[in-house]
């Protein structure tokens, strides 16, 4: 297998549910071996369903999907080897432990305890990047929430799969795991396994991925790298609350201003020197500045824009003239 097989590779991938919505419509991306890659938008964008698709869980109604080289259809054994998907929904027997949970899942892809890549060892490896050590003899319904989706990633991984999917890891997940997580998660993509992430935290697709795709309504409304994603949105703004008269406010910076819900006002501010001649205009217009912030474009921002989720701009600033 060569590296420039595409660990994923979604073409023209459309879903139509019986007597419900096209939840995804002419979907296509590939994902490179090696990539961090984020699959993000709004509730309902059509995230989950791809996954299930990918994962065999669910055919697609046009399109298709291979995982390293292998479509899904016509080779799902072939691709489900390759592949480690981490479910946004929690599912597990209750009455298993967490290690006979694991050793199960393993048995599935016909992989035993002396298996030299994902004998034992890696088993106890997984646990224990994932905190889960103490917790390998407890039964699945004595534990918490939290507990139960690091068992979820864990089972992602018993095969060493080179590809892993993890729909929203870390919904309802404390901050100590989520660093343990994302570090173990970090490390195995420094190893060279294909990470796709979907999460509705975006400062973490934002952190980890390196490349990021945007559903809305089933189709793909932005697809780039995250740094130049971030460039494309009106870099940094100055943010400030004026002390004085609104009306004072000379009339270019007027027009370029935004006024917040809060009652502050924003101005684009590319550099330095664009930060510096605003603060001297303000000043020579004799207005005092209240509270002053600088605030770098996230991809919050970028996300609320491409899904359409943003609240309407507020208004530009009206200048008494
Ligand atoms: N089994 C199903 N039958 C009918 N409609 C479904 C089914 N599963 C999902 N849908 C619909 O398909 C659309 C996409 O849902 P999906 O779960 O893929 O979204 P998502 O992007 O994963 O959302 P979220 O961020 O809430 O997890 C939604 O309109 C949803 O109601
Ligand atoms: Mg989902």
């Given at each position: 297998m060569t590296n420039s097989v595409p660990a994923l590779a979604v073409r023209n991938v459309a879903k139509q549910y019986r007597n419900g919505p096209r939840a995804l419509d002419g979907v296509s991306f590939d994902v490179a071996q090696g990539e961090f890659f984020g699959l993000l938008g709004p509730n309902g964008a059509g995230k989950t369903t791809l996954i299930s698709i990918i994962a065999g869980l669910a055919r697609a109604s046009a399109g298709n999907v291979s995982v390293m080289g292998h479509d899904v259809v016509a080779e799902p054994a072939l691709a489900r080897m390759n592949?480690?998907?981490?479910?946004?929904?929690?599912?597990?027997?209750?009455?298993?432990?967490?290690?006979?949970?694991?050793?199960?899942?393993?048995?599935?892809?016909?992989?035993?305890?002396?298996?030299?890549?994902?004998?034992?060892?890696?088993?106890?490896?997984?646990?224990?990047?994932?905190?889960?050590?103490?917790?390998?003899?407890?039964?699945?319904?004595?534990?918490?929430?939290?507990?139960?989706?690091?068992?979820?990633?864990?089972?992602?991984?018993?095969?060493?799969?080179?590809?892993?999917?993890?729909?929203?890891?870390?919904?309802?997940?404390?901050?100590?795991?989520?660093?343990?997580?994302?570090?173990?998660?970090?490390?195995?993509?420094?190893?060279?396994?294909?990470?796709?992430?979907?999460?509705?935290?975006?400062?973490?697709?934002?952190?980890?991925?390196?490349?990021?795709?945007?559903?809305?309504?089933?189709?793909?409304?932005?697809?780039?790298?995250?740094?130049?994603?971030?460039?494309?949105?009106?870099?940094?703004?100055?943010?400030?609350?004026?002390?004085?008269?609104?009306?004072?406010?000379?009339?270019?910076?007027?027009?370029?201003?935004?006024?917040l819900p809060d009652g502050r006002l924003a101005l684009a501010a590319t550099d330095a020197g664009a930060i510096e001649s605003a603060l001297r205009r303000l000043r020579e217009a004799g207005l005092q500045i209240d509270d002053i912030e600088l605030r770098h474009a996230d991809l919050e921002d970028v996300f609320l824009r491409l899904t359409g989720d943003a609240p309407e701009p507020a208004a530009p600033v009206a200048t008494v003239g």
């Open positions: 592949l480690g998907v981490v479910p946004q929904e929690l599912v597990f027997d209750p009455f298993f432990t967490v290690r006979e949970t694991l050793s199960f899942t393993r048995g599935y892809y016909g992989l035993g305890a002396r298996d030299p890549r994902c004998g034992d060892d890696w088993i106890d490896e997984v646990l224990h990047n994932l905190d889960l050590s103490d917790k390998a003899n407890a039964n699945m319904r004595a534990l918490s929430g939290g507990m139960k989706r690091r068992v979820l990633v864990a089972q992602a991984l018993v095969h060493r799969p080179p590809v892993i999917i993890l729909d929203e890891p870390t919904a309802g997940v404390d901050v100590e795991l989520r660093h343990t997580l994302w570090k173990f998660i970090a490390r195995l993509n420094r190893e060279g396994c294909t990470v796709i992430l979907t999460t509705h935290y975006l400062e973490e697709a934002q952190q980890y991925c390196g490349r990021i795709a945007m559903l809305k309504l089933g189709r793909v409304v932005a697809l780039d790298r995250t740094q130049a994603l971030l460039r494309r949105q009106a870099a940094t703004r100055l943010v400030f609350r004026l002390g004085g008269e609104l009306a004072a406010l000379p009339a270019d910076l007027a027009a370029g201003a935004e006024a």
